[in-house]
């Protein structure tokens, strides 16, 4: 119970953290075309999580609970974007080219695909 207590209190910290950080780089940005909010913050999560990940690999720092706090709630909640890329890290760093490749594509292609269906299948019930 515990650790589900430390991944909800770093998620509500991640949550947060996102929405001020996004909307601070968009407004910064003064961009109306382009998500540099969004981007900002998929990068930034991205280059914690591989510090963090350098950390626990090469020195074992953070215990379980300090890892869901942090990887979970607050890394999961700023961005799943950063959990993403530390997996395809992983396989290229252990020479799993093929599957970096296909969990690139997979998660692109399919996320691409479950939004576009998301966003068309409300048009096509309840026209």
């Keep these: 119970m515990g650790e589900i207590l430390m ?3 770093g998620g509500f910290i991640g949550a947060i953290l996102r929405y001020q ?3 601070y780089v968009q407004e910064f940005s003064k961009s109306d075309v382009f998500p540099y909010g969004t981007l900002a913050v998929n990068v930034l999560g991205s280059f914690v999580i591989g510090i963090l990940f350098y950390f626990i ?4 720092t953070l215990d379980p609970q300090a890892r869901a706090f ?8 700023f961005t799943t974007f950063s ?3 530390i997996e395809t890290l992983n396989y290229l760093l252990s020479g799993e080219i093929q599957w970096a490749i296909f969990n690139l594509a997979a998660n692109c292609f399919l996320g691409l695909l479950a939004a576009w ?3 068309m299948l409300p048009v096509l019930l309840w026209r």
Aim: hydrophobic share 40%; proline share 0%; glycine share 24%.
């Design 7 to 9: 991944i909800g209190l």
């Design 83 to 85: 959990t993403f890329s």
């Design 117 to 119: 269906t998301g966003r």
């Design 70 to 77: 942090v990887l979970v709630g607050v890394l999961g909640a």
């Design 21 to 23: 950080i996004s909307g």
């Design 57 to 60: 690999e090469s020195r074992g």
